[in-house]
């Protein structure tokens, strides 16, 4: 199996349960919700997608033949003789490539191993932490997850429809728009739409994509 990966960066969880937590990205190419290019946005099944994706030209990014490989070079980012080796898999869609084979690396070199996802496709067992974050029409496969992260509001995927997920933990994204100058989240409409929906629904928490307020990656 050769993986491609976008890029990778050492830096805290911005955004869920895991929010200020160390953790290396490691962001893999390609999705099955949308093809990356501009043109094909509209018309794509996720159209509000803040992240590029293509290709494996960012930094540190590139094609690993090997898992032990590319484990090893997660471990690169890890500062020396510290533990809670934390990885965060996304992309993309890390379902796409993620493997038992790369989490058995991982592991062996004492990672907790979390993924991003979008649900529409299985994951392998053996991965610690399971957040999906659910997109459009899209029907999502899994089950259960640790976290669920809904992108609100979208017309077409309410946190109502989700209610058969078996979530530990269920939060709600302010909508992003990218096309905008960013606001700050108090600034945005669709965080303050979030706020009220938690208050009306208390078995959802806020969270806010905090890297972006931080300016960090
Ligand atoms: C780029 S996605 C990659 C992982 C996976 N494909 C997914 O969609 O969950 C990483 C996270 O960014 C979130 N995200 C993407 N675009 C966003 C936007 N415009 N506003 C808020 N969150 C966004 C996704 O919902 C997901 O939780
Ligand atoms: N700091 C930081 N936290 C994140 N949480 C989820 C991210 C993602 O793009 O999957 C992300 C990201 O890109 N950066
Ligand atoms: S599913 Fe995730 S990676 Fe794919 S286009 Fe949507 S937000 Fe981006
Ligand atoms: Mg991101």
């Known amino acids: 199996m050769t993986y491609s990966v976008k890029e990778m960066f050492y830096t805290l969880q911005g955004e869920g349960f895991h929010t200020g937590r160390p953790a290396v990205f490691c962001r893999f190419s390609g999705c099955n919700l949308w093809n990356g290019r501009e043109k094909d946005r509209a018309t794509s099944i996720c159209r509000f997608c803040d992240t590029d994706f293509v290709g ?33 898999f996304t992309g993309g869609e890390p379902a796409l490539q993620l493997d038992e084979t790369l989490i058995a690396a991982l592991h062996d070199v004492g990672f907790e191993c979390a993924v991003e996802s979008n649900g529409t496709l299985p994951l392998p067992p053996s991965l610690d932490w399971v957040c999906i974050s659910p997109k459009g029409s899209a029907e999502v496969v899994i089950e259960a997850c640790d976290e669920l992260k809904l992108v609100f509001p979208q017309a077409d995927a309410q946190p109502e429809r989700f209610s058969h997920i078996h979530a530990q933990h269920r939060f709600l994204s302010p909508l992003n728009d990218w096309t905008q100058a960013q606001l700050s989240p108090a600034q945005n409409n669709n965080t303050q739409a979030c706020v009220q929906y938690c208050l009306e629904h208390p078995q959802w928490r806020l969270t806010l994509q905090t890297h972006k307020v931080l300016n960090i990656d």
């Open 56 to 88: 494996t030209d960012g930094q540190n990014g590139g094609k690993f033949r090997e898992a032990r490989e590319l484990a090893q070079r997660i471990a690169d980012f890890w500062p020396a003789d510290q533990a809670h080796r934390f990885v965060v």
